[in-house]
């Protein structure tokens, strides 16, 4: 979702801004997740943060750092090298190992990955930056697609395995390298097939991301409350993932 809203905004700027929405949802599903008892992971985003909060945060930072006139290229850069950094100087430690002894440390994940988001939006940007042109070369995607696998091999080695609970450098290599694969197959399908003019991927950023990252979760939360997920074969997993695919895209 942050590839998705990196895209949505690099498209075309909206009027409307979701960040009250974003909050709100934020805050109603800690209180609804504390009143049914709702399994949590505290080590995703950590004990009182969600997705909803730290996307409003990262729209909230990104949409201000847009506003100083500088290149995607280069608040990726500043973004994901100075995380880094922070990282080998003890930030990783402190998530890794802090005691969750107050507010702060309660929600380490959070309060430290939301900056390998915001890095991580910019560099979706310039990504998209690359395939939004028409015609996109297969050599182009292609040059990408080897490109980001090596440096994700290269940052694996240098910098440590793929995290998304620190939603380190790695990671956002890795998560890029899904997102290119996509635009793509994209880019194949419309070059082999001239009369789809329009994918989803190519209309999907002139949509509202609010209804399918919404609907996403609630069938999340259905899903674990309905389902024993730990002990669930794999002919059912797929089936279940299938039908969850088909209706976070339906709208």
């Known amino acids: 979702f942050v ?5 949505s905004t690099s498209t075309r700027i909206s009027k409307k801004s979701p960040e009250l929405i974003l909050v709100l949802l934020g805050l109603a599903r800690l209180c609804v997740v504390r009143f049914v008892g709702y399994q949590e992971v505290v080590m995703e985003y950590g004990e009182h943060l969600n997705f909803f909060l730290l996307l ?8 201000w750092l847009r506003k100083l006139d500088q290149a ?8 994901l090298l100075g995380y880094q950094a922070a990282l080998s100087c003890g930030l990783e430690e402190w998530v890794n190992e802090a005691p969750r002894d107050g507010l702060l440390s309660s929600n ?13 939006y910019f560099a979706a940007q310039e990504l998209w930056a690359i395939h939004k042109h028409e015609p996109v070369p297969l050599r182009t995607c ?5 490109a980001l696998e090596v440096a994700l091999q290269v940052s694996i080695v240098t910098l440590g395995q793929v995290s998304r609970r620190l939603a380190n450098p790695t990671y956002s290599i890795w998560i890029l390298g899904i997102a ?3 635009f793509t197959m994209d880019r194949v399908f419309t ?4 009369s789809l003019t329009k994918v989803r991927v190519q209309i999907a950023p002139q949509k509202s991301l609010i209804l399918p990252f919404l609907i996403s979760n609630l069938l999340t939360g259905l899903v674990n409350m309905s389902i024993d997920t730990l002990s669930t074969g794999p002919e059912a997993a797929i089936l279940v993932l ?10």
Do not use: C, D, M
């Open 3 to 7: 590839v998705l809203n990196a895209i």
């Open 180 to 182: 290119n694969q996509i």
């Open 108 to 120: 380490k994940e959070g309060l430290a990955s939301i900056w390998g988001y915001v890095g991580l």
């Open 56 to 63: 409003f945060a990262i729209i909230w930072i990104t949409k």
């Open 242 to 251: 299938l039908v969850y695919v088909f209706a976070t895209f339906l709208p």
């Open 191 to 194: 070059w082999h097939t001239p």
């Open 142 to 146: 292609f040059l990408v697609t080897v």
């Open 72 to 79: 995607p290229r280069f608040w990726a850069v500043v973004f």
